[in-house]
């Protein structure tokens, strides 16, 4: 029951475009530039920082972003309730 209660609140977060507060380095996350989001990972942590890379992109594109910060929010997901409720 905890897992599912956990499924849902992140699935809220995702769909409100909750800032993610304290990603983990390899968490799938989206990263606003220039007005649009797009698809990137945490691949480094330091101090209140995440670095981010940008999918697709080498690491000359990383950047490091303040943690939390409204640029940075977790990947879309594509589960939907029914999937999360399904045990």
């Known amino acids: 029951m905890e897992q599912l209660f956990n499924k849902l609140l992140d699935g809220a977060a995702t769909e409100r475009g909750a800032p993610l507060a304290d990603?983990?380095?390899g968490?799938?996350?989206?990263?606003?530039y220039g007005g649009d989001w797009y698809g990137a990972k945490v691949v480094g942590r330091r101090?209140?920082?995440a670095?981010?890379?940008y999918d697709g992109w080498g690491e000359s594109h990383d950047e490091w972003v303040d943690v939390p910060s409204k640029r940075l929010r977790p990947a879309?997901?594509?589960e939907t309730l029914g999937?999360?409720?399904?045990?």
């Open 23 to 25: 990603p983990a380095v």
């Open 27 to 32: 968490t799938a996350a989206q990263l606003e």
């Open 47 to 49: 101090g209140g920082k």
């Open 51 to 53: 670095r981010v890379r």
């Open 76 to 78: 879309s997901s594509d």
């Open 83 to 87: 999937e999360a409720l399904q045990v």
